[in-house]
């Protein structure tokens, strides 16, 4: 399975922006999406997951009522919706994928595919 974010860029605080992370193939071991984030100099951090077959969504507690994550079936494609950014979002942003979101769901050491990252930057 590959993973291709793209809609990182900069923006000024309080602004939007939304991640794609475009999938190769949608198998069992990519039920599960989620989103990660690394600021230089901290460990990678959950911020957000989706379970695909049935829709569910999991939020950092950092990130509940500004992030939104969800998944188009057609395109395979999860997005992740960034509305009220703050300067604490800055941070590379990684997509990836395991086969369920039912445990460890903010776990970076569970995933086993991972996109390239894309910058974002608020100021």
């Known amino acids: 399975v590959q993973l291709v974010e793209s809609g990182g860029g900069s923006v000024q605080a309080g602004g939007s922006l939304r991640l794609s992370c475009a999938t190769s193939?949608?198998?069992?071991?990519?039920?599960?999406m989620g989103w990660f984030r690394q600021a230089p100099g901290k460990e990678r951090e959950g911020v957000a997951a989706?379970?695909?077959?049935?829709?569910?969504?999991y939020y950092a507690d950092s990130v509940r009522g500004r992030f939104t994550i969800s998944h188009d079936k057609v395109k395979n494609t999860v997005y992740l919706q960034m509305n009220s950014l703050k300067p604490v979002d800055t941070a590379m942003y990684y997509c990836?994928?395991?086969?369920?979101?039912?445990?460890?769901?903010?776990?970076?050491?569970?995933?086993?595919?991972w996109g390239q990252g894309t910058q974002v930057t608020v100021s």
């Open positions: 193939s949608y198998t069992v071991s990519s039920v599960c």
């Open positions: 989706i379970h695909t077959t049935v829709g569910s969504t």
């Open positions: 990836a994928a395991k086969s369920t979101c039912y445990y460890s769901t903010y776990d970076p050491s569970t995933y086993s595919y």
